[in-house]
């Protein structure tokens, strides 16, 4: 019933009478800057079973002991699998009630897409696509710790846009029937969580529901095309990690004869489905900062890349930036730019390449401006984008630049929880 929806059950695993709250940790690509945070994680979680110990913070790639690292995550989840810290809940999706630190619910349905309705490359014409530029030196080091690993833990968010709420609204209506699977407080200001077991025969209704979001004539209908390739999902965070599962499962797919790749684990990943219409969700931009340069000249080299940038306030697009000298505005009248964040990302390729120097993807104004505050040291804070024209913008435009928006700060990101074996 869901072979042609990109969008299945999976055999999902839960732990088995653990501590919820320290199981639970937030996605591994968030404070990628906050040495501190991960330090508090590891002594909160201390030595009870967590998916702390299932996977590595991007803080620590590259890292001098990032293979001792993933050789332990791996022997951890044999250790947990061996030990039965998990129960499985067979052909199902889970139902996500995320309470967020602001009160807002954000709802969400944990199942599988299947990898072969999936690319990230630009001009994908799949089922399922990426929203924004991936950078493809970032997927090596994630596909090390990947390749080897027996589970998966998603903190992918795939999107839908359902503005009639035929299936996550929907299915929210039938909870009372369902199974509760968890209900607990998250660790580290994440809020609530509860899931919810959606198997049986509620499984038809969301698989018509997702089938007729993949229909050529409701997709040019919805959005004034002609014949466009549908596009039903967008990775709306987590891009590099799903980007990730589908090189692996290539690499895997040379090995494997047609049959039985067909049916093998690893062409699926778990993700979290929710509708960008989702009163909870906004999109929050994502931030640069630049270490190890020297920040005026870095603007004088900005204001001589684009003659038309100026300091100070204006028609165009605009972004502020601040350093431990000062701080201002820069606008910058670029019309074959459709967003300020590419106007910056488009220079900052360039400058680093030739000046050296390292950026990093900041979730939060308060903490670019606290890292900012280091030498040689520049933060830049962008303009929010609106959510309601993502998917035309990626129908006509294809992908927008890399870390454009994130849906919520740092501490509204995915949780991880639900596990699924791979191999």
């Known amino acids: 019933m869901f072979s042609k929806t990109g969008f299945l059950p999976a055999d999902i695993m839960l732990p088995n009478k653990c501590d919820m709250s320290k199981w639970s940790v937030v996605a591994c690509d968030q404070y990628t800057s906050e ?55 067979e052909h199902s999706f889970i139902f996500v009630e995320r309470t967020l630190k602001n009160g807002k619910i954000r709802r969400g349905l944990v199942g599988t897409v299947d990898l072969e309705a999936y690319d990230f490359n630009i001009g994908a014409s799949t089922l399922i696509r990426s929203t924004e530029g991936t950078v493809l030196s970032r997927i090596p080091p994630r596909m090390r710790v990947r390749e080897k690993a027996m589970l998966e833990m998603p903190h992918v968010m795939l999107l839908i846009d359902d503005k009639e709420g035929t299936v996550i609204e929907q299915t929210a209506k039938t909870l009372n029937d369902c199974e509760k699977l968890y209900d607990f407080e998250l660790m580290k200001d994440g809020g609530h969580i509860k899931g919810y077991r959606i198997c049986g025969d509620a499984l038809e209704d969301i698989a018509n529901a997702l089938g007729a979001l993949t229909v050529q004539a409701n997709f040019d209908k919805k959005y004034g095309t002609v014949g466009k390739p549908v596009i039903a999902y967008a990775v709306g965070d987590g891009n590099h990690s799903l980007a990730t599962a589908k090189q692996c499962y290539e690499q895997l797919k040379l090995q494997l004869t047609p049959q039985v790749a067909e049916n093998h684990p690893a062409r699926f990943a778990l993700v979290e489905l929710v509708n960008i219409h989702d009163q909870s969700l906004e999109f929050e931009p994502i931030h640069r900062v630049v270490f190890d340069v020297d920040p005026e000249e870095l603007i004088k080299a900005f204001l001589a890349y684009y003659p038309a940038a100026r300091l100070g306030e204006g028609e165009g697009h605009r972004f502020s930036y601040c350093y431990a000298g000062g701080s201002g505005v820069i606008t910058c009248i670029c019309p074959e730019q459709g967003l300020a964040v590419s106007v910056l990302q488009s220079f900052l390729d360039i400058f680093l390449i030739e000046h050296g120097g390292r950026v990093d993807y900041i979730h939060g104004k308060e903490v670019v401006k606290a890292l900012s505050r280091q030498a040689n040291t520049i933060g830049f804070l962008l303009p929010p984008m609106g959510k309601s024209e993502l998917f035309k913008t990626v129908i006509t435009d294809g992908v927008l630049p890399r870390k454009t928006f994130s849906m919520g700060e740092a501490n509204d990101k995915r949780f991880y929880l639900e596990c699924r074996r791979i191999k």
Do not use: H, Q
């Open 35 to 89: 040495p501190k945070y991960w330090d508090e994680v590891e002594a909160a979680v201390g030595d009870v079973p967590s998916t702390f110990r299932l996977m590595l913070p991007e803080i620590y790639l590259g890292g001098d002991n990032e293979s001792a690292r993933i050789e332990d995550i791996n022997a951890k989840m044999k250790d947990y699998i061996d030990g039965n810290v998990f129960k499985t809940c």
